[in-house]
């Protein structure tokens, strides 16, 4: 079966009725069986994409693509996505790394953040300043090149880790920035960059990195271009809020994006963040950032999947 007809047919009976291009309808391609019609789709710099680049993750649309992961990229592409994120594929074996880099490729679609430092996330570790975790990390950052190079990637994800008790915040402060440091010398060369990811304390008590300020007061210390903020606005709003504002104090050091409404963390529309005004402001001040889906689905089944794309329909900015 082919691909289009598929996900026509998976769509049947979930998606509301097409909505054209302002001035006349939408049409069909002919390869639609009659009867059958995709979901929404509007204006964009590129035909039947979104304006701004929102990346899904593997399962999201898992119920009308299936398991299979290259499916699942086919299903994205259709729906009108040009990115995927996957915290997950340092763990994935070599073969389907390299299979997903070639479905990417395919559709032209980039790849987003996975999680370069897993391992020290959950615990106290770049903040304890001890050369054994300072080690570990950078190793960590030597292994993510190998793989952001087979997949194609730019952009990973960093946790410095929980706060050390005993240790002062300035101290803990420094011995996060020596780290990111060695680091970002192993990345530079490559062109990589890791995206330093403030979370909130709801739902990750006790991590190091919370707060917008405290993020750009670190990435000025650092002083690389390998060395970034990945800006979560689900996290930012549950933190601090004042997302516009703390976003353009940060817009130079934030190459990345995550959302998800607050609170719930699912699609946008389910939550309090008003993302119409969010991407907007994004949009017109030039964002070309990947922008995550990090987030679940208020819905489930597969009229939740046609749910999240039809959320964000409502929320992109028009191109």
Not at 73 to 90: K, Q, T, V, W
Not at 102 to 117: I, P, S, T, W
Not at 180 to 191: I, R
Not at 210 to 238: E, F, G, R
């Amino acid at each position: 079966m082919k691909r289009r007809t598929f996900v026509a047919a998976g769509l049947a009976g979930v998606a509301g009725p097409a909505i054209g291009m302002p001035g006349r309808p939408f049409e069909l391609p002919p390869e639609y069986p009659p009867g059958h019609e995709p979901w929404p789709r509007k204006t964009s710099p590129h035909a039947g994409t979104f304006t701004l680049d929102y990346a899904p993750h593997f399962g999201m649309f898992r119920h009308h693509a299936g398991g299979d992961l290259v499916d699942q990229i086919d299903f994205m592409a259709e729906a009108g996505f040009r990115s995927l994120e996957d915290n997950g594929m340092r763990d994935r074996e070599e073969l389907e790394q390299r299979r997903i880099a070639r479905a990417l490729e395919r559709h032209n679609m980039r790849m987003g953040v996975f999680v370069m430092n897993m391992d020290g996330a959950w615990r106290p570790s770049l903040t304890t300043g001890t050369p054994d975790e300072r080690d570990r990390f950078v190793q960590n950052a030597r292994d993510a090149v190998e793989i952001a190079q087979r997949v194609n990637a730019t952009w990973m994800t960093v946790v410095p880790g929980m706060v050390a008790e005993g240790i002062p915040e300035a101290v803990q402060t420094a011995n996060v920035v020596e780290a990111l440091k060695q680091a970002a010398d192993v990345l530079e060369p490559h062109g990589l960059v890791m995206v330093c990811e403030p979370l909130n304390w709801r739902d990750h008590h006790g991590q190091f990195l919370q707060y917008t300020p405290q993020s750009i007061k670190i990435m000025d210390a650092v002083d690389s271009p390998s060395c970034k903020i990945l800006q979560d606005l689900y996290h930012q709003q549950a933190s601090e809020g004042n997302l516009i504002e703390h976003m353009n104090a940060a817009w130079h050091h934030i190459p990345y994006f995550q959302v998800g409404d607050n609170p719930g963390r699912k699609e946008p529309g389910t939550g309090e963040i008003n993302y119409t005004n969010v991407f907007k402001h994004m949009h017109e001040k030039g964002c070309d950032a990947i922008i995550g889906m990090e987030h679940g689905k208020s819905i489930s089944g597969k009229d939740g999947e046609v749910a999240l794309i039809e959320a964000y329909r409502s929320v992109d900015p028009v191109g």
